[in-house]
């Protein structure tokens, strides 16, 4: 009887009785979907370009912030290391393109998917042997941003935010903006719509496959780059970076694998209702649901929407 | 000339049905059971069999069960510690309330156990493929270890919060707890492997796994030729899981000893996976090759600087490894699909030939 209270409605009056706690929770639960949404941005840009559902997405965010800070602490200046690690993700997508998308072509995709679970345990392995595999602080202020609390008078008391966490939407959502220009209105970005659309539609009017896969991959470093700073600002650059966006996987599932908006949508609904399941229903469980909540929600999300709130519906009948 | 099957006539029906047709193949699997039984019991270290045989059975029975899924029935799953979970804790939970029951029953209760959690967790496969089923196993990955982490029903109340294999024995001989002989526990790790590989072998050349493979190839052509897709998938996931179970189980009562749910975290399914697609995907040799690799590059990476005069810190070889796991499995992917297991093929066509030029 205590537990059924507990989980049916024990937390619905601690929400209503306490509706400013309630937002607090939401928002915090937005700004951490902001970070989730920074990381499936990339999957959704590589997916669209090439199909290629790239699981080393992650990684290549720990391997980013990793190589930031190891030029900042070789005495870089901030800004110069991070134009150095902008070349160097935009050398690691050429690379990759080279040894193992070029010989990969037209495999299933499958197989390029677990090509990528490959390409995931070398970077983690060639990031943590050239910058050692430590836990660093990222130091924010440099780039201009500073990590204080913002109080916000609503109603009756007040919420607390993150001034990490808005500039991170901001961020996120200057970068929205921009990856839509740049697919929009610029011939490299209509080439690339191109591709999504149809590889060999595109070839055939005298599009470079593979410089647009360097491209795609270049772009997916990028986000990769601003992803990884933020993640490093907020919980310092280290191993478990690359779990954490794990965690994109179920924001794709809910936003579908082929949008861009559906990114953003979805990362915050995980993020609010993750944060909402912690705070009223975890207590009634033991706590800790975050790591599984997520992917629940996923899931049961597939079986009724399985394409994804924005996804392309595929009809298959079997 | 030495690997040749010219002359090998099959007069009745059931020898040419036989699980190895031919005769060099039936004398290496003969040899090759004879030495697994006798040669490491016989010669081999206490370390050998502890650190490198016994995690060589038990890996190869995990990946036997994956490859059943994902080489035979074509269906990505990233959850495979989670189900090695649900062994390990369901032989935990059923050993302890029946101290009495042969622990090689134990074993095959918690399989089914992990079957019928396999079960649940495949249901989502018959609306979803690819890598949405995979983002959907992990969903079984994270929940499982979470809900063992958790309740405390699940190992018995103890505040340590891990599970420890008791003492049992098989025979009058002691096979799990701190008290049983490495040779015992490599014993019974192939006996299992041994059984559940005959078993496997035979389930897939025969109707079940041919409807499996047409699943994998093309779904829509399956159904048209009356494979139901609901039925099959599930039970891809039910024998697939079963297998992991018992792995899970052999995982922490013949190998560890003790362990909690770190043991059994993601790169664990991960490890499992590569064994899979190193080792050859739709092969049930392949499993065991893999297994024998994955088990052995650790072993290779921590002894070859040695050899060299080199010292490696450990923290760099740990990175080293990944690395060359990761790599490896890039290599493997463009290089050779079907594994180990195509090359022992190309082997056997050299020797057919070997030493004649035609």
């Known amino acids: ?318 | 000339m030495l690997y040749r099957e010219a002359g090998q006539f099959k007069a009745s029906y059931a020898a040419d049905q036989a699980i190895f047709p031919i005769l060099q193949d039936r004398w290496i699997v003969i040899v090759a059971l004879i030495a697994a039984f006798v040669l490491p019991t016989a010669f081999a270290s206490d370390y050998w069999l502890q650190a490198v045989l016994i995690p060589f059975l038990i890996y190869a029975l995990a990946a036997l069960g994956l490859n059943l899924l994902l080489g035979y029935a074509g269906q990505l799953s990233l959850g495979t510690g989670g189900f090695m979970a649900v062994g390990a804790y369901a032989t935990f939970k059923l050993t302890m309330a029946f101290p009495g029951l042969n622990i090689l029953v134990v074993f095959l209760l918690a399989g089914l156990c992990a079957a019928l959690v396999g079960l649940v967790f495949g249901i989502p496969s018959l609306r979803i493929k690819g890598f949405y089923l995979a983002v959907a196993t992990l969903a079984a990955q994270f929940f499982l270890l979470w809900l063992f982490n958790k309740v405390p029903w699940f190992v018995d109340y103890a505040s340590s919060g891990t599970i420890t294999a008791p003492p049992r024995s098989v025979f009058g001989v002691m096979v799990t707890g701190p008290a049983a002989s490495s040779a015992a526990r490599y014993f019974v790790a192939l006996s299992m492997v041994v059984l559940f590989a005959w078993m496997a072998k035979n389930l897939v050349r025969g109707r079940i796994g041919r409807s499996w493979m047409a699943i994998r190839d093309m779904d829509v052509a399956a159904e048209i030729i009356g494979i139901k897709p609901l039925p099959t998938k599930l039970l891809a996931f039910a024998v697939s899981s079963f297998l992991i179970g018992i792995a899970g189980a052999e995982f922490i009562f013949l190998y560890l000893g003790s362990a909690e749910t770190l043991a059994f975290d993601i790169n664990v399914s991960f490890l499992v996976l590569f064994m899979v697609i190193l080792g050859g995907l739709g092969s049930i040799l392949g499993s065991f090759l893999g297994a024998g690799f994955i088990v052995l590059i650790p072993i290779l990476l921590a002894n070859i600087p040695h050899l060299l005069g080199l010292s490696m810190p450990v923290d760099i070889q740990k990175d080293v490894e990944l690395m060359v796991f990761g790599g490896l499995i890039i290599i493997f992917l463009i290089l050779e699909p079907h594994g180990l297991a195509r090359l022992w093929q190309i082997g056997k066509e050299k020797l057919r030939l070997w030493p004649f030029p035609h």
């Open chain 1, 1 to 318: 009887m205590d537990f059924l209270h507990a989980i049916l409605t024990g937390p619905l009056t601690d929400i209503a009785t306490d509706p400013v706690f309630f937002a607090e929770v939401v928002l915090g639960g937005l700004m951490a979907g902001v970070m989730y949404s920074l990381v499936a941005l990339g999957f959704v840009l590589i997916f669209k370009a090439s199909g290629v559902f790239n699981f080393a997405q992650g990684v290549m965010v720990l391997f980013s912030a990793l190589t930031l800070v190891g030029f900042r602490e070789l005495g870089v200046p901030m800004y110069l290391s991070l134009l150095l690690t902008v070349a160097t993700m935009v050398i690691l997508a050429i690379g990759i393109e080279r040894v193992v998308l070029r010989p990969l072509v037209n495999q299933p995709d499958i197989i390029l998917f677990m090509a990528t679970i490959g390409l995931t345990f070398f970077l983690e392995g060639l990031g943590q042997i050239l910058w050692g595999s430590d836990v660093k602080v990222l130091p924010i202020n440099e780039l201009g941003i500073y990590d204080g609390r913002l109080s916000l008078k609503v109603g009756g008391g007040s919420i607390l935010i993150s001034q990490l966490d808005l500039t991170a939407a901001v961020v996120a959502t200057l970068l929205v903006a921009f990856l839509a220009v740049f697919f929009q209105k610029t011939r490299v970005g209509l080439a690339l719509r191109a591709v999504a659309d149809d590889h060999q539609g595109a070839m055939s009017v005298g599009i470079a496959l593979k410089n647009i896969w360097v491209v795609v991959w270049a772009v997916a470093g990028f986000v990769a780059i601003v992803a990884g700073v933020m993640w490093g600002a907020k919980s310092g650059v280290q191993f478990s970076l690359a779990l954490i966006a794990l965690k994109a996987l179920p924001v794709l599932i809910l936003g579908g694998f082929t949008s861009v908006p559906g990114a953003i949508v979805g990362g915050l609904i995980i993020g609010v209702g993750e944060k909402i399941a912690e705070v009223y229903w975890g207590p009634a469980v033991g706590g800790a649901i975050e790591n599984w909540f997520a992917y629940v929600l996923a899931l049961i999300f597939l079986l009724f929407r399985p394409q994804g709130l924005f996804g392309e519906r595929i009809i298959e009948r079997v």
